[in-house]
């Protein structure tokens, strides 16, 4: 047993906060351990806790690590594991694994020819760069055999690194209909790839594959960390691919490190994206030893709700059968199956139950609407605007994808890592008079000044910018004065003497900007004032570095919380919805063909309608109190067949398991 110190601030009881099952697991003393347990169990919960007993039993914040789904999760798990046991939790390192791998390459990236400060490359970047190669190779498309699109390319290329395949053999086994331009393609691919290194950039892949090369290399590398981290826990293990599992691996390589895994391998929902349920079978064969709990009582769902969600998941066979027990006493309403006439219709009905849920108290973050594809929420979206509803949205065009966020970015992007192509083309393209051609050039002889800079001053990072540029990089004459200025700015944002924190560089970077947005978009008020909010958003991050990965790094799922309102209704996707819950729940849209999607109606794999399955089962669970489960009979949305049955999720619901409602 682990020696309990004093100086904790605050033990909690764990024995009266937790089930005997999930105390099992937060105490256990085996090096490996896995908890596999139903949706609403207390996996998180149990996860939480077992940092705050290895804190409370002398283990120092800063040796554990702490992997979650979204940086938020980790945030939200920290801030309760401080307080259970006090600021000792600050230590900690906890968020994705993207964070994590940006954290240690931060630090380490050099050893893989990097130089220091890489950017990171937004999913914005990497389209645009894909479409500039997809052009430079393929010229005019052929109309009888259409080259496939930059972001298919981008999606075969992700799926390689995640599973650790070949992009050839990632090509022959997913995407065998493009095989025909498979040299073309691989040329592609590899252009991207070097160019991505030129401009001393990562993208969000390149953050995992870098990270595990990085360790695979370097042992002093992996040895630092794996002695470094006694403790590493990992939720929602479900959805690890190949190369996260990988990583879990190689930071488990210390004689003494520990892991800690939960999961539900009915709520693996991320397979398209590389995720292997496998993990979670093979826990035992990979982690010699381990310690498997289950936890078998559900503390989410009033039991008409848990009933529900039993009878979407027994649809598809199971290797680990869970039968959860509620905790909860029953509610008085069953869920509700609402079959709207049309998709107005749909959308009225779930504005208006809204609406009578706020007037009787209930706050808009105890209420979501889910969906399986963003589009589905178009019509919620604008009934809930008319009826005055205030709602948060975690898709669509987000904060930092917005064009004006990414056009001051840039400008810190560049000093940060002057190597940044996409970086400086986004501002070559803000001044006037400069094109394609002339941006290329402008590129081509700002590198050479950059090398010059680095052979002459090694180690020193450019601060003059003018006396460097001015001359070595030729602009139109139309350019010349905003083109100054910018290396002005550029020259003002690393002063000799001191540091200039994130947020003064976002102002100084304004003031050359905002003629430009004056110009450029309409409403440039309420442009200036998200800068602002950004400024302000940020104001504690006090490093350049910090602050890019913050940007960059921010999941989906996390970028709302930037945003931030508090009591707002949630609109999300359900893939986005992951480990969350709310009282109450609408799942909208589930017409046969929408959810399930058609492309799976009609696969001759079995296992994407068992994808599908999952997903419903994820939707379900994250409802506390009350659940809708509404579809429009007459979708307006859909151009090939207007009339939508109900999903198989629905019908083969029993129907004594829900009343049927009225839009
Ligand atoms: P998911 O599979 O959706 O990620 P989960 O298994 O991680 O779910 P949690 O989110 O940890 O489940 O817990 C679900 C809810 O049940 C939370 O509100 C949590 O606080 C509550 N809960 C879990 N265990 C207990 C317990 N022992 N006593 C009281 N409440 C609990
Ligand atoms: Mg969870």
Redesign the pocket.
């Known amino acids: 047993m682990l020696p309990q110190l004093p100086s904790i601030a605050h033990v909690p009881d764990f024995a009266a ?3 005997e099952q ?1 105390l099992a697991a937060v105490t256990t003393e085996a090096r490996f351990s896995l908890v596999i ?1 139903g ?8 996860l939480t806790y077992r940092v705050a007993w290895l804190l409370a039993h002398g283990v120092p914040g800063w040796r554990v690590l702490l992997l979650t789904f979204t940086n938020k999760a980790a945030r939200e798990m920290l801030e309760r594991v401080r307080k259970l046991v006090g600021p000792e939790a600050g230590d900690i390192w906890g968020g994705t694994f993207h964070s994590i791998a940006n954290r240690i390459l931060r630090r380490h990236a050099p050893l893989l020819g990097y130089r220091p400060g890489f950017s990171i490359m937004d999913t914005d970047d990497q389209k645009a760069l894909i479409r500039n190669l997809v052009k430079k190779h393929i010229g005019k498309q052929s109309k009888t055999s259409p080259f496939p699109k930059g972001d298919t390319l981008l999606s075969l290329l992700s799926l390689a690194v995640n599973t650790m395949r070949p992009p050839e053999q990632t090509l022959r086994e997913d995407f065998p209909q493009l095989l025909k331009h498979e040299d073309t393609i691989l040329k592609i691919i590899a252009d991207y790839t070097s160019r991505k290194r030129e401009a001393n950039t990562m993208d969000f892949d390149d953050l995992l594959a870098n990270l595990h090369l990085l360790l695979e290399k370097h042992s002093e590398v992996r040895e630092l960390y794996s002695r470094r981290f006694l403790h590493v826990l990992v939720d ?1 293990y479900q959805d690890t691919n190949a190369l996260q599992d990988r990583i879990i691996k190689q930071l488990c390589t210390g004689e003494s490190t520990g892991l800690m895994a939960v999961g ?1 391998d009915a ?1 693996s929902i991320y397979s398209w994206r590389g995720a292997q349920v496998d993990h979670i079978f093979e826990f035992t064969k990979n982690f010699p030893g381990a310690d498997v709990f289950k936890i078998e009582t559900n ?2 769902s009033v039991p008409a709700i848990l009933d529900i969600s039993n009878a979407a998941i027994a649809r598809n066979e199971r290797r680990y059968v869970k039968t959860l027990r509620p905790a909860r006493p029953p509610g008085n309403e069953l869920p509700t199956v609402v079959p709207a006439p049309d998709n107005h219709t749909e959308a009225q009905f779930v504005a208006h139950t809204i609406r009578q849920l706020l007037d009787s108290g209930m706050k808009g973050r105890e209420i979501a609407v889910l969906y399986r594809a963003h589009f589905h929420c178009l019509d919620v979206q604008m009934e809930l605007t008319r009826q005055h509803i205030p709602f948060r949205i975690t898709s669509g065009l987000r904060f930092f994808e917005q064009a004006h966020v990414k056009d001051v970015i840039a400008y810190l992007r560049l000093l940060a890592n002057p190597y940044d192509e996409m970086a400086f083309r986004r501002i070559a393209a803000m001044l006037p008079r400069v094109g394609e051609a002339s941006g290329s050039k402008m590129w081509q002889t700002w590198t050479q000044a950059l090398k010059k800079h680095e052979t002459e001053c090694p180690d020193e990072p450019v601060r003059d910018f003018g006396g460097l540029m001015l001359p070595a990089v030729k602009v139109p004459p139309a350019a010349q004065a905003s083109w100054s200025s910018f290396l002005a700015t550029m020259s003002s944002l690393r002063p000799a003497d001191h540091e200039l924190t994130p947020a003064e560089m976002i102002s100084r970077v304004l003031l050359d900007t905002e003629a430009y947005f004056t110009v450029h978009y309409e409403n440039y008020e309420e442009r200036l004032e998200d800068i602002e909010q950004l400024s302000r958003s940020m104001s504690d991050t006090e490093s350049l570095d910090d602050f890019l990965a913050q940007v960059a790094l921010l999941s989906e799922a996390d970028r709302d919380h930037v945003e931030g309102n508090d009591d707002c209704v949630t609109l999300s996707t359900i893939h986005q919805a992951k ?1 969350l ?1 709310w009282k109450v729940v609408f799942i909208i849209f589930l017409g046969e063909g929408m959810f399930p999607h058609s492309r799976t109606i009609y696969s001759s794999d079995p296992r994407e309608m068992e994808e599908e399955t999952r997903l419903f089962y994820v939707a379900v ?1 994250r409802a506390q109190d009350l659940l809708f489960l509404s579809y429009p009979r007459y979708n307006g949305h859909n151009p090939d067949s207007h009339f939508c049955p109900p999903s198989q999720f629905l019908t083969s619901l029993p129907p004594e398991l829900y009343e049927l409602g009225e839009a």
């Open positions: 906060e937790l089930n999930q347990a949706a609403g169990s207390g996996k998180t919960r149990t929602e539900d709520q503390y989410r480990g819950e669970t």
